[in-house]
C-alpha cells in the first residue's frame, strides 16, 4: 500500500507508525497510507570469508552458528603456491552464554593447532557455535 494524502491547514492530524511482526505501517487519522514489509531474514549456518595479505600470507575466517559441529571443506584455488601447514585459531565454547569476567577471565580461551596438507585444500570438522582462523604457511 502506498498513496499520498493532502494536508489541510489548520486541521489537526492523527499520525502513528505500528509495528506488526516484520510490516510498519504508515497511518494518517487510523487509515493505511504506506506499509512496507521486510523479508524474514534467513540464518545461514555457516558463515566464510578469506584475505590475503600484500606478503601473499592468506587467511581464511569461519563461523559456525550451529549447535552442532560443521565438516568442511577448504580450498584455496589459484594460489601462487602450495601451502605446507595451516595455524588454526579457534575460539569455541560449550556453553553459548559463557564470557569472560573479572572473577573468570580465562574462561573462554583461544586454542591453536597446527596441522600439514597435501596441495591446498583440506577437510576439517568446525565446532559447535565457534569462531575459526586459519593462516596457511607455505
Known amino acids: 500500500v502506498g498513496k499520498s494524502i493532502t494536508l489541510e491547514e489548520n486541521r489537526r492530524y492523527h499520525a ?24 524474514e531474514t534467513v540464518i545461514e ?3 566464510h570469508c578469506a584475505s590475503i595479505e600484500e606478503n601473499g600470507k592468506i587467511y581464511i575466517k569461519a563461523v559456525n ?10 580450498s584455496v584455488e589459484g594460489a601462487k603456491n602450495t601451502f605446507r601447514q595451516v595455524v588454526w585459531h579457534l575460539l569455541a565454547s560449550d556453553d553459548l552464554k559463557a564470557e569472560n569476567t573479572f572473577e573468570e577471565p580465562d574462561r573462554i580461551l583461544p586454542a591453536q ?3 600439514c596438507i597435501e596441495g591446498n585444500a583440506w577437510v576439517t ?3 559447535p557455535q565457534s ?8
Not at 505500528?18 to 514489509?37: N, R
Not at 552458528?65 to 577448504?74: D, N
Request: glycine fraction near 4%; charged fraction near 25%; hydrophobic fraction near 40%.
Open 65 to 74: 552458528i550451529k549447535a552442532e559441529s560443521v565438516s568442511t571443506e577448504f
Open 45 to 47: 549456518p555457516l558463515y
Open 16 to 39: 502513528s507508525l505500528v509495528l506488526d511482526g516484520h510490516t510498519i505501517l504508515a497511518k494518517v487519522d487510523g487509515e493505511i497510507y504506506h506499509s512496507y514489509t521486510e523479508p
Open 125 to 127: 570438522e568446525l565446532p
Open 113 to 115: 593447532k597446527t596441522f
Open 131 to 138: 569462531v575459526s582462523v586459519f593462516e596457511l604457511i607455505e
